[in-house]
């Protein structure tokens, strides 16, 4: 069967759809950043790391039976909900602005 353009097979190309479909069958991530996270899109003087931020999200995922997808894709839903992906300091640290965990 000819692929489509784009088309991708094998391991990395079913976990890139099944990120797709995480995201996209239920808005968990929404429940997430609602619950765990203080957010505001814009304010540059909230932010925190994305290894932390990915650490809570997949903590959060797994406790709903879900499988928290990759790091690139959880990524990529942030930026397209808004958030700013930068690099923080001397060490250049990953992180997004716009939001931060909230305190337990």
Known sequence: MPRLAGERTGALGQRQAGDRRL???????????DEACDTEPGNRHKHEPTVDLFASWTEFAKQAGDEPGSRKAFSSELGKRGFEPFREGHD??????????KLS
């Open 23 to 33: 995201f996209a069958d239920q808005d968990l991530l929404g429940q997430w950043l």
């Open 92 to 101: 250049n640290i990953r992180s997004f602005r716009g939001l931060r965990l």
